[in-house]
């Protein structure tokens, strides 16, 4: 699965972070938010918080996504790439 967080700056830009999938070994999955040297946990709550400020995460396997964060089928903010697939969304400098 690939995913990437796309968040709104101040100045009317886009960035974007990826989204890491961590299989682990009881079926279940992990979701880490990637910086250039490190990956973070990213969980429901962050997914919440950054949709606020309108913020969304585009994937290629949307049912995966929001199985990995327990969201329900009518969430908002998680978008198939294949709907915006000829929309330029720069990477966070930091993580380009």
């Known amino acids: ?3 990437r967080v796309v968040i709104p700056t101040a100045a009317g830009e886009r960035v974007s972070y990826n ?3 961590h299989h682990s070994g009881r079926g ?3 979701l880490r938010l990637v910086f250039a040297t490190e ?3 990213f969980e429901r709550w962050l997914f ?3 949709r606020e400020i309108g913020a969304h995460v585009v994937t290629d396997d ?3 996504f ?3 964060l ?3 089928d009518s969430e908002p903010g998680v978008i198939d790439e294949q709907e915006i697939k000829d929309m330029v969304l720069p990477r966070h400098p930091a993580t380009a």
């Open 39 to 41: 990956e973070e946990p």
């Open 19 to 21: 989204i890491a999938i």
């Open 1 to 3: 699965m690939k995913a």
């Open 62 to 64: 949307v049912s995966q």
């Open 48 to 50: 919440y918080l950054l």
């Open 70 to 72: 327990g969201l329900s």
């Open 28 to 30: 279940g999955c992990e």
């Open 66 to 68: 929001r199985k990995a």
